[in-house]
C-alpha cells in the first residue's frame, strides 16, 4: 500500500508542482498565467518527455526501496514530525534537482532565467514530494485494526459444522 502511494505521489504531485513552479515563476512565458488547465497538460506531457527518464524512472523505481529501510529506523518512527518533514524537505530538493538536472541542462543553452525556473521546481516538487512520502510511510498503517488479518479477509474462519457420519442417506 505504502509503495503504490508513495509511487502515485510521484507520477502525480511532482509533475504537477515543477510545472507549476516553472509556470508561476515565470507565467509570461507559459501564456501569461497559471492556468490550471494548461498546468495539468503540461505535467502530463512532462511524463512522457524522454529526457528525464533516465533521471526519473530510477527515482520512482528506487524511492520506495530505500523509504521502506528508512520508515523502520529509530530516528523516522521517534523524531518529531517537524525534523522528519525537515529532513525530507532538504533531501527531496536535492533529489529533485537530480531528477530534473537533465531539463536544466537543456534549459541552460536556451536561457540562464529558465534553468533557474527548473532549479526552483525540481527542489520544490522534490521537497514536497517527499515530504508527503514520509508522511506516507510514517501513518499509512498507524490506523489499521488491531489483529485484523492483512487481507481484508475474516479474522477466524467461520464456524462449519463438521460431519462426524458419513454421506447422507439416499432416499
Known amino acids: ?9 510521484m507520477l502525480t504531485v ?20 497559471a492556468n490550471p488547465l494548461n498546468i495539468l497538460m503540461m505535467a502530463v506531457f512532462g511524463l512522457f518527455t524522454v529526457a528525464v527518464w533516465p533521471t526519473y524512472i530510477p527515482a520512482i523505481l528506487i524511492t520506495p526501496f530505500i523509504m521502506r529501510r528508512v520508515a523502520v529506523q529509530r530516528v523516522f518512527t521517534a523524531s518529531s514530525l517537524s525534523f522528519l518533514l525537515s529532513v525530507a524537505s532538504l533531501v527531496g530538493a ?3 534537482v537530480c531528477v530534473l538536472a537533465p531539463i536544466i541542462l537543456l534549459a541552460l543553452k ?3 532565467e529558465i534553468a533557474v525556473s527548473w532549479v526552483l521546481a525540481g527542489g520544490i516538487s522534490g521537497a514536497l514530494t517527499l515530504m508527503l512520502i514520509c508522511l506516507i ?5 498507524l490506523y489499521a485494526e488491531p ?3 492483512p487481507n481484508g479477509g475474516p479474522a477466524t474462519p467461520p464456524l462449519i459444522p463438521t460431519l462426524s457420519e458419513g454421506p447422507p442417506s439416499v432416499s
Open 1 to 9: 500500500m505504502k509503495t503504490a502511494l508513495s509511487i502515485v505521489t
Open 14 to 33: 511532482s509533475p504537477l508542482v515543477a510545472v507549476a513552479t516553472v509556470v508561476c515563476h515565470h507565467p509570461d512565458r507559459w501564456g501569461g498565467s
Open 94 to 96: 536535492v533529489v529533485g
Open 110 to 112: 536556451d536561457s540562464a
Open 137 to 141: 510511510y510514517r501513518f499509512v498503517d
Open 147 to 149: 489483529n485484523a488479518p
